[in-house]
Structure formats: structure tokens, C-alpha cells
């Protein structure tokens, strides 16, 4: 598939976020990547990887039709939830859980403030409405910073 060539070609993951799926794994701490993306190509890069039994996703699911590409998102289980971004972070948290947030976009806004950890890519949307907003996240680069900082936090 040519799209998925080019995908291959153009397409890396942030810096050490390898190390963040040993960690989780390591620790049996669930890691999942919420995004509004293609499917097929999330999956593929993962695979690519070796991570896509590691990684949980929630993604749209992309269909080829007749009249083009159809998506079907993922139901949201609490009527109060504006994405699934932040339907899984209510989700986890309603299990009792510690929730780790990782953003760059304005949609990851709303989940990023309930969750307990909270991260914006530095120089990203996110990290730009945090600051002007008074929210806390710490800027990141490297997903290193998070595995530094989950070690320090989450040891006992």
C-alpha cells in the first residue's frame, strides 16, 4: 500500500517512547494512545515496532466505502465526556486508578486536567493553552522525561 510506504518513510515516534512501553510493561502499568488518527496506520507502526500487543488503542475505526473513508469512533461510556480522551481518563479514574496524561493538541485539553500526571509536548498547542491558562503540565520533549519521572513518583 503506497500510503503505508510513505507512512513508514515520513512517520517516527517521539523521542524514547520505546522506553516508556518497557517501563509500562515492566511494571504492569496499562499504556494506552488515544487519537483521532488512521487506524490501520497506528496499528502498523506499531507492529512495525513490535509494541502493538503492548499499546492499547482507541482509535476511530476507518473503513473504506464507496464514497470514500468512513469512521466510526468508539462509544463514550460517560454521557458527561466531550472526547474519548477524556472518557478514558474518567474511565480509569472511576477504576481507582492513577492516570498519566500525555498531549500536544487542544482536544487533549479536558483530559489532561483530570488526569494526575499531566504532560504537554513542548512547543506544542497544549503546552501553549496550559501556560496561558494557569493549567500545570510539565513541557516534555522525551518520552525519557516521563519514565524519569514515573520512577521517582510512582516508586514507594
Known sequence: ??????????????????????YCRSNRVPLAVVSAGLDFAIKHLLRMKGW????????AKSEMTPSGIKFTFPRLQDKTSLS????????????????VYVGDGIWDMDALKQSDYRYAI?????????RENNIPAREITDFQEVVSALQYDLTP
Open 1 to 22: 500500500m503506497v500510503l503505508i510506504a510513505e507512512l513508514e518513510r515520513v512517520t517516527t515516534f517521539r523521542p524514547n517512547f520505546g522506553r516508556l512501553v518497557t
Open 52 to 59: 502493538d500487543n503492548l499499546v492499547k488503542l482507541y482509535v
Open 84 to 99: 474519548v480522551k477524556d472518557d478514558l481518563v474518567k474511565r480509569y479514574k472511576g477504576q481507582g486508578r492513577k492516570v
Open 122 to 130: 513542548k512547543g506544542s498547542r497544549l503546552a501553549t493553552l496550559c
